[in-house]
């Protein structure tokens, strides 16, 4: 199979990056009140929202925060150089069951291997997903759980300059866009 066949990109209403993120949380929304509700892991404190979209090399990137999970979404704005494992088209994966964590694939991004997990939802199109924190119960509002992502990406950046490395993907994202709330004019 080539890497083409199958891949479902964002439908073109959604190429403007508000009208993704509208997209993204009323997916998430239905998937919280029709396919997760009543699941004992869900963390009914935390909202849907997202933080920090941004146009990295090929792709829009995003911090998504749900119930369930905190996640980085990446939305290609080009079919990717990455073969859909079988079972992944748009047509195979149109009726079938939510997935937090599909199969993984490992792609470049700042000339460095990542790894995620493939995602389909039909109005999203095919997305990529890196989990940060899959265990939502402790926090007690979206700004805990940003909070201690923000700490982490401190104490990482502390440790990767104590080794002299550097992680481009994290640099991206300021820690004054990491904390403030994505709103219509912002």
Known sequence: MTPEAGWCLCPEGLAEDQALIAAVIAVHERLLTETL???PMLNLALPIEVRALRRVEDWRVLLLLTP???ARLFFPDRVPA???PEGWS???RANAEYLVL???LRFELFGQSQ???????E???HYLL????LNMEPYRDADAVFEHWGEVIRVRDANMEAARRDCPMQKEISRRELFRRLRPGD
């Open 90 to 92: 748009a047509a195979e």
């Open 123 to 125: 109005p999203l199109g």
């Open 68 to 70: 369930w999970m905190l």
């Open 37 to 39: 509700a009543g699941d």
């Open 130 to 133: 890196q989990p940060l924190c």
């Open 115 to 121: 790894q995620a997990h493939l995602g389909y939802q």
């Open 82 to 84: 990455l073969a859909l």
């Open 102 to 104: 599909g199969p993984c």
